[in-house]
């Protein structure tokens, strides 16, 4: 009699979990913030070229703000309702703590101490990254080697101050660190001749030589990397629901990408048999009602925006301005990391 009881009581539980499992999702606190301002606020760069950055005419435009865009296409059906916050290194962390944004999409790395400690959550990867080093061609400097004893121009409040500090012991280099609080104080050393090197992210660097060097050409990014720099947003914690929009909205953009799903084609795909691509259309099962969104959520994101393979294109790839290369930013299945959760 123990023994059917406890069956039974069993396979109770595994039929409330089914019915929980099926279940829509709550809208979190934050989600409802948004829809009551009508705007996703998104804290950005104070301008680094391809990830986020103003033109003349106040238009955001890069990666991160792509990402920020998708996300209001997710959750406000239109992709043009973000308001950009520009803000320094220092001061980022703080304006998503105290609740001044609402996510932060700011070519930003994921450390174990910046989870573990600043009360916030790591959502998902949009850029693989490895900090560098820049020097002028004229000053013959092939290799970080080659920095023993010299200055180096570094941002602080940043992983890239800490990476040179260990780099630099490691090495046995004796590297000098001329540190500014502000990028904008940093680019102005540097190309002012204060310093011999810059460092900070590759791909900062490839968008700052684009946008500051009167001639790009004179001015070369040293092959060696000396860290590891996942890049990608961030979102307080103790908003489960929001952390989870966020991150798939990065996870759709990527499996878009993959099973070739693009801004171009995703308005005309309703007779696809592929479940995964339907799925991703919102055609086939409702994947928004476990986020609090409707079914097209994602749909609307790649018509806005592109796939993840769009975007980076677009803003950082090889035919933009900054022509950097795919690299370790490929799909898992040409050779790279982005590897998309199954969205299902």
């Given at each position: 009699?123990?023994l059917?009881t406890?069956?039974?009581?069993?396979?109770a539980l595994?039929g409330?979990?089914?019915l929980t499992?099926a279940?829509?999702?709550?809208a979190?606190?934050?989600?409802?913030?948004?829809?009551?301002k009508?705007?996703v606020v998104?804290?950005v760069?104070?301008?680094?070229?391809g990830?986020?950055a103003a033109d003349s005419?106040?238009?955001?435009?890069g990666l991160d703000?792509?990402?920020?865009k998708?996300?209001?296409?997710?959750?406000?059906k239109?992709?043009?309702k973000?308001?950009?916050?520009p803000?320094?290194?220092?001061q980022?962390?703080?304006?998503?703590?105290?609740?001044?944004i609402?996510?932060l999409?700011?070519?930003?790395t994921?450390t174990?101490?910046?989870?573990?400690s600043?009360?916030?959550?790591?959502?998902a990867v949009?850029y693989?990254?490895?900090q560098?080093f820049m020097?002028?061609?004229?000053?013959?400097i092939k290799s970080?080697?080659?920095l023993k004893g010299?200055?180096v121009c570094?941002?602080?409040?940043t992983t890239?101050?800490?990476?040179?500090?260990d780099?630099?012991?490691?090495?046995?280099l004796n590297?000098?660190?001329?540190?500014f609080?502000k990028l904008e104080?940093?680019?102005?050393a540097?190309?002012?001749?204060r310093?011999?090197?810059?460092?900070?992210?590759?791909s900062?660097?490839a968008?700052?030589r684009?946008?500051?060097?009167?001639?790009p050409?004179e001015h070369?990014?040293l092959?060696?990397?000396?860290s590891?720099e996942?890049?990608?947003?961030?979102?307080?914690?103790g908003?489960?629901?929001?952390?989870a929009?966020?991150?798939?909205?990065?996870?759709?953009?990527?499996?878009a990408?993959?099973?070739?799903?693009t801004q171009?084609?995703?308005?005309?795909?309703s007779g696809?048999?592929?479940?995964?691509v339907?799925?991703?259309l919102?055609?086939g099962d409702?994947?928004?009602?476990?986020?609090g969104l409707d079914a097209?959520?994602?749909?609307?994101s790649?018509?806005?925006?592109g796939?993840?393979?769009?975007?980076?294109e677009?803003n950082v790839?090889?035919?933009?301005?900054?022509k950097l290369?795919?690299?370790?930013?490929?799909?898992?299945?040409k050779?790279?990391?982005?590897y998309a959760?199954?969205l299902r």
């Amino acid at each position: 009699m123990k023994l059917i009881t406890s069956k039974l009581f069993a396979a109770a539980l595994l039929g409330a979990g089914a019915l929980t499992a099926a279940l829509p999702a709550m809208a979190g606190k934050t989600l409802d913030d948004i829809k009551a301002k009508g705007q996703v606020v998104c804290g950005v760069s104070t301008g680094l070229a391809g990830f986020s950055a103003a033109d003349s005419n106040g238009k955001w435009s890069g990666l991160d703000v792509d990402i920020c865009k998708a996300i209001a296409a997710a959750v406000l059906k239109d992709p043009e309702k973000v308001k950009y916050v520009p803000l320094g290194a220092q001061q980022r962390f703080t304006a998503l703590q105290s609740g001044e944004i609402d996510i932060l999409s700011r070519n930003t790395t994921f450390t174990l101490t910046r989870d573990g400690s600043l009360g916030l959550h790591q959502t998902a990867v949009t850029y693989y990254d490895g900090q560098g080093f820049m020097v002028p061609v004229k000053s013959k400097i092939k290799s970080a080697k080659q920095l023993k004893g010299q200055t180096v121009c570094v941002q602080s409040g940043t992983t890239t101050e800490k990476n040179l500090a260990d780099y630099s012991k490691a090495a046995g280099l004796n590297i000098k660190p001329v540190v500014f609080e502000k990028l904008e104080a940093t680019n102005a050393a540097y190309f002012s001749g204060r310093c011999v090197a810059y460092t900070t992210d590759a791909s900062g660097l490839a968008s700052i030589r684009n946008k500051e060097a009167k001639d790009p050409a004179e001015h070369l990014i040293l092959p060696e990397l000396i860290s590891k720099e996942p890049l990608g947003p961030l979102v307080r914690r103790g908003d489960d629901e929001w952390l989870a929009i966020s991150k798939w909205v990065i996870y759709g953009l990527i499996e878009a990408e993959e099973y070739g799903v693009t801004q171009a084609n995703a308005g005309s795909m309703s007779g696809t048999t592929d479940p995964v691509v339907k799925r991703l259309l919102g055609i086939g099962d409702d994947t928004g009602k476990l986020l609090g969104l409707d079914a097209e959520w994602l749909a609307r994101s790649i018509k806005a925006v592109g796939n993840y393979g769009e975007i980076f294109e677009r803003n950082v790839g090889p035919t933009s301005a900054l022509k950097l290369p795919r690299g370790s930013n490929n799909q898992w299945n040409k050779g790279g990391l982005q590897y998309a959760y199954p969205l299902r």
